[in-house]
C-alpha cells in the first residue's frame, strides 16, 4: 500500500511539512515494495486551488494514505470520496525516516 | 466596514437523506415550492432533538456559541414548521459548515486519523500499529461530566 508524506525536504532526514497542499515536497513510500519516492509538489507556488490538486496529484499515484502537519478545508470531502485515509501528525518535528519506520510496524 | 465572518459550524455527519418531498397534496403546484434547509441547522435539530443535548452542549459540539446555536435552532424549526404547514419541500444543503466525521485518535503515536472505509471498524492505528484507538469525541470530556447530571434530571422527568 502507497503512502504519501508531506516533507519539507527531498532526504530522509527531513521534517513532516505541516501544510499539505503547499508543502515542499511529497514522498511516497510503498509499504510492500519498501521503495521511496520523493517528487517535488508542482503545485506549491499556485495562488489558489493547491490542496485539490496536490489530491488528484497522489490519488494519480495510487496513494491509500496521506501523513501530513495539518489539511484544508476543501481536502476532506474530496479524500472522503476518494476513500483515502487522512493521518494528522500535531508534532512537526518528526522526520521522515521516523514516520516510515512506524510505518514498518504495520 | 465589513461585517463580522460566520464562523464555521462543525457537522459531525453528512445527513442520510438530501430532503423530504410532501405527499398526497390537493393543489399539485404548492408542493413544487421548496424549503432550503441548511446543513448547519439539520445538525443544530440532530443534537438537539434526536440526541437530546442541551443547547449549550449543542453549541459546543459545533463549535459556535450558545446563542449562535439558538438562532440557527430557531431558524431550523421555522423552516421546518414552513414546509410542514404550506406542504413545501425540505431540500437540506448549503450554510457555513465543515463536515467533522469519525475522527480517531491513537496512544501510542499521538497522531489523529479519519477512516474512510465505513463498512469495517478501526482496530488499530494505520500509521504505528498500536491497538490503542480510540474515537475523538464530539463533546470535549470535563463539559460532558458537568451537563450529565441535568440531562438525567430531563430524562427522569420524561419517563417517571
Given at each position: 500500500m502507497k503512502t504519501a508524506i508531506t516533507s519539507t525536504g527531498k532526504d530522509l532526514n527531513s521534517t513532516i511539512d505541516g501544510r499539505f497542499g503547499r508543502c515542499s515536497y511529497f514522498v511516497i513510500y510503498d509499504t510492500e515494495l519498501k521503495s521511496v519516492e520523493i517528487m517535488p509538489n508542482p503545485n506549491k507556488e499556485a495562488e489558489e486551488g493547491a490542496g485539490p490538486s496536490s489530491v488528484r496529484f497522489l490519488a494519480s499515484k495510487g496513494v491509500k494514505k496521506i501523513v501530513s502537519g495539518e489539511f484544508?478545508?476543501?481536502?476532506?470531502?474530496?479524500?472522503?470520496?476518494?476513500?483515502?485515509?487522512?493521518?494528522?501528525?500535531?508534532?512537526?518535528?518528526?522526520?521522515i525516516q521516523e514516520v516510515i519506520d512506524l510505518l514498518d510496524h504495520n | 466596514m465589513c461585517p463580522r465572518p460566520k464562523r464555521l459550524r462543525k457537522i459531525s455527519d453528512p445527513p442520510?437523506?438530501?430532503?423530504?418531498?410532501?405527499?398526497?397534496?390537493?393543489?399539485?403546484?404548492?408542493?413544487?415550492?421548496?424549503?432550503f434547509l441548511h446543513f448547519e441547522e439539520?445538525?443544530?435539530?440532530?443534537?438537539?432533538?434526536?440526541?437530546?443535548f442541551s443547547q449549550v452542549e449543542a453549541a459546543l459540539a459545533m463549535e459556535v456559541s450558545r446563542p449562535t446555536l439558538t438562532r440557527i435552532y430557531a431558524r431550523a424549526l421555522q423552516k421546518i414548521a414552513d414546509a410542514f404547514v404550506n406542504g413545501k419541500q425540505i431540500i437540506i444543503e448549503?450554510?457555513?459548515?465543515?463536515?467533522?466525521?469519525?475522527?480517531?485518535?491513537?496512544?501510542?503515536?499521538?497522531?489523529?486519523?479519519?477512516?474512510?472505509?465505513?463498512?469495517?471498524?478501526?482496530?488499530?492505528?494505520?500509521?504505528?500499529?498500536?491497538?490503542g484507538v480510540s474515537n475523538y469525541t464530539e463533546v470535549p470530556e470535563e463539559i460532558q461530566e458537568k451537563s450529565c447530571r441535568r440531562r438525567r434530571l430531563r430524562r427522569g422527568q420524561m419517563n417517571p
Open positions: 484544508g478545508i476543501k481536502i476532506k470531502s474530496l479524500l472522503d470520496s476518494l476513500k483515502i485515509q487522512m493521518i494528522v501528525m500535531k508534532t512537526e518535528d518528526k522526520t | 442520510l437523506i438530501a430532503g423530504f418531498k410532501p405527499y398526497g397534496a390537493s393543489d399539485r403546484a404548492l408542493t413544487r415550492e421548496k424549503v439539520y445538525e443544530a435539530l440532530r443534537l438537539c432533538d434526536h440526541k437530546g448549503g450554510g457555513k459548515i465543515f463536515f467533522d466525521s469519525e475522527w480517531y485518535t491513537c496512544e501510542g503515536c499521538g497522531c489523529f486519523f479519519n477512516h474512510p472505509d465505513k463498512a469495517s471498524s478501526v482496530e488499530e492505528c494505520p500509521l504505528c500499529g498500536h491497538s
